[in-house]
């Protein structure tokens, strides 16, 4: 991420990873979207971030994998900003296992 300032999208934002990555674009004075389907997670993180600093935050609860939570995360960002960055950190869930994908690797 370059030191220009501006507004990153963080999926998975609520925990783990995608909140530490917030932490770290936050403390650094980027303004965040926060996606992550946990609407609760969610409100936690925003409130930690907001009590670490002053970098502006807006959230999206939704899941990743469906294309309307991507598109309202992108609205989120005033149309007189840009959107300088994107951390896919979300996960997505698919049943199944990878050993019957028939890629010769399972074992």
Known sequence: MS???G????TG???????AVCEKL????????LVDVGGDGLSRATRHLASTGSATTA?????????ATMENAVARVPASD?????VNSGGVNVP???AGTGTGRAS
């Open 26 to 33: 936050h403390h650094r004075g980027h303004s965040l979207v």
């Open 3 to 5: 030191e220009e300032h």
């Open 82 to 86: 840009r959107l300088l960055g994107w």
């Open 96 to 98: 199944g296992s990878i």
């Open 13 to 19: 934002a609520a925990s783990g990873m995608g909140l």
């Open 59 to 67: 959230e999206v609860v939704g899941d990743v994998g469906d294309p």
């Open 7 to 10: 507004w990153v999208v963080v």
